[in-house]
Structures are given as structure tokens and as C-alpha cells.
């Protein structure tokens, strides 16, 4: 097995043990054509903890092997609509930025008001210098003063509607100077009560909303909804007997169309096929409702059918308190050049600290590069049996044969999430809208190569640099190793300078930092005791 080299990450300031992997051990043997060679990366230990050897593997990952599989469905999760920037914007951008070159803060807030990158301004620097930069496409814009009258005009539009409204409510507010609300108990009972209401909407009903007529006039909307009814005639007399249908069939025929249906000749047929087979004999008792009206009184419709009976799948209730308890892993497509063809990104990340502890690059999905990507990666992580579990969808690797027989040998829960029902694995969705909206995110990916190249880029970024919203701005490396209290101490001290310098400017006291959060639910359990006995809770090994 050959082994990548460590390199020096700068972030960290020291030597941290990083392995640069190819492909994994052996992938090349999976396949019998030998081409499906997955790419992957596993996630550093700064702390120390040997790398795990990772083989490197090449394999024939060109472009024509992505064209044997064209005949795929399009996955709507990989279309996603960016911004467009035409050629005359990109040259007016370039052309302020060379203005503001070299005076920093004031490029950066020239930055931040377009809403752009200082990558993005230097890949169109460079388009321009090689002449390269995109001709102007897309609808034409509508001039700025073109906008601003259509803009005036609805607002105008608008104005007049609600005038128009207020007015309404003006008028039938000087019908009822008395205060509604101090009679509405009154009102409901009172019938006369429920007339005058029943007049003082009459104005507004039609004309605006019923909630904006209720609020208007402060009267309840069940009152108002009543008062507006018609009030049931009573009849005083007594009540007729129901009148007979003279077409209905005869208690006699009736009797005769039961004994027909449960005969041993039609016992087993429906009442369409008797029907058609009376008329095929020239002979008509009654129409097909009525078989069936007469077999509902005698309470003998039923389905007979051998129909499917799903199984009820449990919703999955997982908590994380600490890394490496929950983890969660998914695969995503990334668009090609080629239609209907994409590459494949197997993510695994711990729910807790959302730090991927490990990821792989493939042209296909297979269970037997996720068995591997998984076992390495519970390797680097030092995982003991029954320490983790790990969650993921009911797609075809998740729930393969060899993913299985790993869980079993490494002592891992396993954890599915019911079928259609994308909630159940909110952490991967997210993290798979944050790769795909990222800056740096191209439209398609040319080969397997570039996809690859890409990702060793993005992944180091998500989990070193990037201050995540749900962990209270700290980076996934930091929660995932402990060292978020330090960071933490040291926002805390700089607040607590800032409060003594200027205690004027905090209305509220001296400000406190958030802390990470302690806890970290796949499907919060339920509060009442009906939905808890309808979804018991999974409780996640390791944890009791």
C-alpha cells in the first residue's frame, strides 16, 4: 500500500499529518472492466493520531467512460439557477476595482455592495487579459426609469385599493357607534343582535375579506359567520315518514339479486362481471349500483383482493452530545458536460460537530466504495464497536450487503430514514446545498479529474475555515476536536473589553458569546404522549 505524503497546514501553524488519497485500496478490482475507480479524500486528525494508510489506486477515468452510462434519469438537484452577469457589468466592475487597487477597505466594501468575491474579480481579470470574457446574453433589462414607472404605478394601485377599502369601513363603522366587543357574548345569543351584525356587514361582505371586515368592525369571526347564515326554519308539524322510490326493486327482487350474487356460480365474481354475464345471457335483474347497494345493506362488501400492506416505518429519533456518536452520510450527483451523466459525491460527516470525516469521487454508486470509504474513515476516527451510529437514506448502496456486513463487524447501529421523506436526513441535505452554492462551485465538471481537484479544495475550506451557523459561528474542525472552548474564552474576553471601554453602547449589559450547542437531534422527540407512543425514541448506542 502506498501512503500519501503529510504536508504542512498553515491554518494550524505546525505540521498536521494530511493524506492526500487518489482512490481507494484495491477499488480498481470492484469492477470487472476495471474503469469505475472512486477518488477520495479522508479528513485530517490534528490531534496527533496517525493517518491511516491509504493505497492509491489509478484507474481509466476519462470522459468516455462517463458516455457508457448516458441513459440515466436528470436529477432536478443538481439544476440550480446562479446569477448571471452580462459582459458590459463585468468590464464596469473591472474597471471601478483597478480604481480602488490598493486601497483594501475600500475594494472590500466595493466587494460586499455587488455582492461578489475577490476570486471572481481575479477570474474576470484574467478572462479580460486573455480576451476570453463572455459576450452578453440573456433578456434585454428594462430601462431604469421604465422600472421605477411600473414600480409607481403598482404602488399606486395598491394606495387606491386600500383606500377604497378604509372608506368602506368608515361608513359602516358610523352605523355602530356602541363598542362590538363589550356585547359579543350578548350578540351570539340574541337573534336580534345577530341582525343588526348581519346589516352592518352586508356593506362589507363582497367587497373587502371577511377577516378585514371583522377586525375592522371588532367582531368575532364565528359571530360574524353565524350571524350571516340563515337561521333553520323549524317545523312545528310532525315529521313525514320517508317517502318510497317507485323505482326501487321489490323486497321480493331484492331477496332473488342476493341469492343470485351468492350463488356457487357467482360467488367469486364481481358484481360487473355478473351484470355482464346476465346480459350475455339475455338476462337484466338491475343495474350495477344496485348490486352493490343491495350487497352494502347486507354488509357484505369487502375488498378479497391479496392488496399490498405497507409496513409502518418508525421516524428515526437520534441525539448526538459528543463527536463520533451520530454520524450521516448521503451521495449527490455532479453535473457533466455529458446529458443524463454525472459523477458521484459519497459525503460522510458527524452530525454533531458537522465535520466530514470523510468523502469519495466515483463514476457510479456502489456499495462496495462506500463499505471502504466508510471503514477508513471509522479507522482514522479511532471508533470503538457500539460507539457509533450511523444514519443515512434507504438508496441502494445504503442499504447494500456490504455496508451491512461492515456495520455488523465494526459493531454500528444503523439508522434508515422512511421512504420519501427527505427530513429525515436534514445534516447531508444541508451540507449538500452548502457544496453547491458555494462560490467556487462550477456549473459542470469537464472529467473525473476535475471534479476531484475541485473537492480537495472545497472540503479542507468546509471544515477548517468555514464558520458554521448552526454551530454558533465556530468551525466544524474546531467543535469536532475540542477546541471551540478556547475560541470561545476568547471571544468572551474581547466582549467583556468591549462592554468596559464603551458600557453605554450595550443597552443589555455586558454581552455573553454563544456557546455550542450541547445537544444535536435527528427528529426531536415529540411533546405529547400520544405522538411519543405512535414514534418511539432510538436511542443511540453509547450514549446510556
Known amino acids: 500500500m502506498r501512503v500519501g505524503k503529510s504536508v504542512k497546514n498553515g491554518s494550524n501553524g505546525g ?22 475507480v472512486g477518488l477520495s479524500e479522508l479528513a ?90 463572455g459576450q452578453a446574453r440573456g433578456r434585454k433589462s428594462k430601462p431604469a426609469e421604465v422600472v421605477e414607472v411600473e414600480k409607481l404605478q403598482k404602488e399606486n394601485r395598491k394606495l387606491k385599493e386600500k383606500i377604497g377599502q378604509y372608506q368602506l369601513v368608515i361608513e359602516a363603522q358610523k352605523k355602530n357607534l356602541r363598542d362590538p366587543r363589550s356585547e359579543a357574548g350578548q350578540r351570539a345569543a340574541d337573534a336580534g343582535s345577530r341582525g343588526r351584525i348581519r346589516k352592518l356587514l352586508e356593506g362589507l361582505v363582497g367587497k373587502v375579506s371577511m377577516v378585514f371586515a371583522c377586525n375592522a368592525m371588532a367582531v368575532n369571526r364565528a359571530t360574524a359567520y353565524r350571524a350571516i347564515k340563515p337561521e333553520p326554519v323549524v317545523s312545528l308539524t310532525k315529521a313525514e315518514p320517508a317517502r318510497t322510490i317507485p323505482r326501487a326493486l321489490p323486497p321480493e327482487e331484492r331477496k332473488n339479486v342476493v341469492e343470485l350474487l351468492n350463488s356457487q356460480k357467482f360467488v367469486d365474481k364481481s358484481p360487473h362481471e355478473v351484470f355482464a354475464r346476465l346480459l350475455d345471457g339475455g338476462i337484466y335483474k338491475c343495474s350495477v349500483r344496485t348490486m352493490y347497494r343491495i350487497l352494502s345493506e347486507n354488509n357484505e362488501v369487502r375488498e378479497r383482493r391479496q392488496i399490498v400492506q405497507r409496513p409502518h416505518y418508525t421516524r428515526p429519533e437520534l441525539i448526538a452530545t459528543a463527536p463520533n456518536q451520530v454520524w450521516s452520510w448521503d451521495i449527490t450527483k455532479l453535473q457533466t458536460h455529458a446529458k443524463w451523466t454525472y459523477f458521484y459525491l459519497y459525503v460522510l460527516m458527524d452530525i454533531f460537530s458537522r465535520y466530514v470525516v470523510g468523502w469519495l469521487i466515483a463514476e457510479r454508486e456502489s456499495g462496495g466504495l462506500a463499505r471502504q470509504l466508510i471503514e477508513q474513515s471509522c479507522e ?36 434508515l430514514s422512511r421512504p420519501s421523506v427527505s427530513n429525515d436526513n436534514p445534516f447531508s441535505e444541508s451540507q449538500f446545498k452548502t457544496t453547491k452554492y458555494h462560490w467556487s462551485y462550477p456549473d459542470r465538471f469537464g472529467s473525473l479529474t476535475d471534479s476531484v481537484v475541485w473537492a480537495r479544495g472545497f472540503f479542507p475550506w468546509y471544515n477548517d475555515e468555514h464558520y458554521h451557523s448552526g454551530l454558533a459561528y465556530f468551525t466544524p474542525k474546531q467543535v469536532h476536536y475540542g477546541l471551540a472552548g478556547d475560541a470561545l474564552a476568547m471571544r468572551s474576553k474581547a466582549l467583556t473589553a468591549a462592554f468596559q471601554a464603551h458600557p453605554e453602547r450595550f443597552v443589555k449589559g455586558c454581552p455573553t458569546p454563544q456557546g455550542v450547542p450541547t445537544e444535536v437531534w435527528i427528529n426531536p422527540p415529540s411533546t405529547s404522549a400520544k405522538d411519543k407512543e405512535a414514534n418511539p425514541t432510538i436511542v443511540t448506542p453509547g450514549l446510556t
Do not use: C
Request: glycine share 8%.
Open 15 to 36: 505540521n498536521m499529518p494530511e493524506t492526500v488519497v487518489g482512490g481507494l485500496a484495491h477499488a480498481s478490482k470492484l469492477f470487472s472492466n476495471g474503469k469505475d
Open 44 to 133: 485530517p486528525n490534528p490531534l496527533g493520531a496517525s493517518p491511516v494508510p491509504l493505497s492509491l489506486a489509478q484507474g481509466n477515468a476519462t470522459a468516455s467512460n462517463v458516455e457508457r452510462d448516458a441513459v440515466q434519469t436528470p436529477d432536478p438537484e443538481v439544476r440550480i439557477r446562479r446569477r448571471r452577469h452580462t459582459r458590459e457589468y463585468k468590464l464596469s466592475i473591472l474597471k471601478q476595482a483597478d480604481k480602488f487597487k490598493g486601497r483594501d477597505g475600500v475594494l472590500g466594501e466595493f466587494l460586499r455592495r455587488e455582492g461578489l468575491y475577490t476570486a471572481t474579480l481575479s477570474q474576470w481579470r484574467k478572462q479580460r487579459d486573455e480576451g476570453l470574457l
Open 380 to 415: 482514522k476516527q479511532n471508533i470503538q464497536p457500539h460507539q457509533l451510529t450511523i444514519h443515512s437514506d434507504r438508496g441502494g448502496p445504503m442499504k447494500a450487503q456490504p455496508v451491512a456486513q461492515l456495520y455488523a463487524s465494526l459493531g454500528i447501529m444503523p439508522s
